[in-house]
């Protein structure tokens, strides 16, 4: 097939996408075959590739480069369906697996009803670039943590525990105890701990002006004790636009946040949450909910209603308050977010009564 040729009719693509090539499916208006074909996985091929055709429709699953193919594609002119992989077992479970294979498969789904791949929208390049500042805290924290876990492992093994500290302070501790040469390579550890405690504190000097300078609604949400800085500009970078849902509580269940459901006749199996959506956004509100619930959480509707949850006792009373807490929050941010209103704490008529 000639690269200068337009296909005029409407065609299917399917496109399993690997960290350098891609393999294509394409079927013609019948489901017949058409052409299969393997590109670079770049801007540049994948723009020549598709030039050939117009308004195609074409199916991915989603993964680390399907964002810039998704937004390529669309600015290419044709509709692009992100597959969500979980609704694509025919593909994992499969008996015979390749890439070319991959490709037809997506291709027949995605021409059958492309509501069964459960399409993801993704966010806007302008939302993933911001949001990327703070997975990059999110890095330096957790090297951090690793460090300073590494540090008090080897300590114990020559019979010392290092002094308790927070984790900002940690190295600090440890030389006002005179055990900074306690072992080889500790010193140099400890300075580690501090080049990435200036670091974190620089991002979270920006991410404070970020959310002021042009997310001011991170302000609004921010009335919510345990949601700061991080926590509110997480939340409307990967909500994004709050009117593309219709119900408050349906952030909940796109956060993952809601039980997996395996009714069958009277069985109601009590199951844990799906765990769907952006695994970053969902510890956040679990990490707020403790707060909520912890001895420094401020009387509110939201803390009263995860204590008697708490207080029905049972072996997984404690995380089933947490989730519950934690889904309710995201309600209650979504509301604040799309309403406006002034957050009252404790069951005034506003958007918490109406979220918690």
């Not at 069958?264 to 509100?285: K, Q, V, Y």
Request: one cysteine or more; a positive charge.
């Amino acid at each position: 097939m000639s690269k200068a040729t337009t296909i005029r009719r409407r065609v299917t693509i399917g496109l399993d996408v690997s960290d350098r090539y891609c393999r294509v499916c394409v079927l013609d208006a019948r489901g017949d075959v058409a052409c299969e074909d393997r590109l670079r996985t770049t801007p540049a091929a994948v723009r020549s590739w598709f030039g050939r055709y117009a308004h195609a429709r074409v199916v991915l699953e989603v993964g680390p480069h399907s964002p810039w193919l998704s937004r390529l594609l669309k600015g290419q002119g044709h509709e692009v369906i992100v597959a969500n992989p979980r609704r694509v077992r025919l593909i994992a479970e499969a008996e015979r697996k390749s890439d070319r294979i991959d490709a037809e498969t997506l291709a027949r789904l995605g021409r059958a009803d492309p509501r069964l791949l459960r399409p993801i929208e993704h966010r806007g390049e302008a939302a993933q670039q911001d949001l990327a500042l703070l997975r990059v805290r999110e890095g330096l924290v957790r090297s951090r943590t690793k460090l300073i876990q590494c540090a008090r492992g080897l300590a114990k093994s020559f019979g010392v525990r290092l002094p308790a500290s927070s984790t900002p302070s940690f190295a600090k501790h440890v030389r006002e105890g005179g055990l900074e040469a306690l072992f080889p390579g500790l010193g140099v550890l400890l300075g580690q701990c501090d080049e990435l405690t200036a670091s974190i504190r620089r991002l979270d000097r920006e991410i404070e002006r970020l959310g002021r300078e042009r997310y001011p609604e991170t302000q609004h949400l921010r009335q919510v004790a345990g949601v700061g800085p991080i926590t509110s500009l997480a939340f409307v970078l990967t909500i994004e636009d709050p009117h593309r849902f219709a119900k408050s509580r349906s952030v909940g269940a796109y956060l993952g946040l809601t039980p997996r459901q395996r009714d069958s006749g009277d069985a109601r199996p009590e199951l844990a949450i799906t765990r769907r959506g952006d695994e970053f956004m969902r510890r956040l509100l679990i990490e707020a909910a403790h707060y909520t619930l912890g001895p420094f959480g401020p009387d509110s509707t939201l803390r009263r209603f995860g204590l008697r949850l708490l207080g029905q006792g049972g072996p997984r009373a404690k995380k089933r308050a947490v989730v519950a807490v934690a889904r309710k929050l995201a309600t209650l941010l979504h509301r604040l977010w799309v309403t406006g209103e002034v957050y009252h704490a404790l069951g005034a008529p506003g958007a918490d009564v109406q979220a918690a």
